[in-house]
DNA sequence: CTGACTGCAAAATGTTTGCAGATTC
DNA sequence: GAATCTGCAAACATTTTGCAGTCAG
């Protein structure tokens, strides 16, 4: 198992991409985050707050999108009109609970979800490379803060 | 149970909107439209495609947010950065696979998924309202024609 | 050295909004 | 008649692109 930074350096390589300082000083900015979801404007902070030379918004929207082609980052439309991001490097594939009043997003993940998916999949002869589960709903904390204030 | 048209003009009246013309021209056109999904551009051309009076993209906008908050349509995002609506009008909910090669959109839908859903959201103290299944992948014609055309 | 990359500013895309006049209730 | 709508054009937010100069291999 070779690491992100790895990863990422041989994928740039097999493509004849060069291997930038930009480039690096986003994916090590993505791999010191303990975020797990941010999307562009946030990794731009995220990027030139720690000092040194600043990375510009082209060249994150530009890095963004390789890390998602080699896999390393997971492209995802959690809200209108803006793309998140999720670390896939981390553990494994997780899904989405989405707070309708307060956007807390809860991860989970379930074997048995995982295995009832294939089982369809199956059944339709499709062969499945990835998925995005969001459950939109009230979490836990405003179901309890609603019944409270409820007029 | 009321039809789509009698829930819309109810939906209206409960909230001290009026029924105009446009509103209803738009609702017809989803109605009498045979895909299941949709942007505000696609719906834009089949609205005006009827001749008559044009009805402008403000008032698309406008009248979709509306037949997503009462239920009528549902709010996707299948592609980045553009919104797509679905008619829930039709019979119960169902999910989506993704062909990421031609494009192909199945639809399914499973009863025992859906309880396998509620059940993780009871683990987390969530309430569920709605939610998205996309699976991406390959489907069966694509995979059948990758197989053939492998070098 | 050459081709790929960066940063900038400008363009493109999809959606929202302010406003004046029209329409519904 | 009052409040809400419409259509327009302008504003917006996010993302993409063309280009001149820079840098990696």
């Given at each position: 198992m070779q690491s992100a930074h790895e990863a990422f350096v041989d994928y740039l390589r097999h493509k004849g991409l060069k291997v930038t300082q930009q480039r690096l000083r986003i994916l090590n900015t993505i791999l010191q985050t303990s975020r797990a979801h941010f999307n562009a404007e946030d990794l731009m902070e995220m990027v030139n707050a720690s000092g040194q030379a600043r990375v510009s918004r082209s060249s994150v929207y530009r890095t963004l999108e390789l890390l998602n082609d080699c896999g390393l980052l997971r492209k995802e439309?959690?809200?209108?009109q803006v793309s998140h991001y999720e670390k896939t490097s981390a553990e494994e594939h997780h899904d989405h609970m989405i707070c309708n009043l307060c956007g807390r997003i809860i991860e989970f993940s379930s074997g048995e979800l995982e295995a009832l998916q294939d089982k369809l999949c199956r059944e339709q002869g499709f062969t499945p490379e990835s998925h995005v589960l969001h459950i939109r709903g009230i979490c836990r904390a405003c179901a309890a803060k609603q019944g409270k204030s409820r007029a």
């Open positions: 439309l959690l809200r209108d």
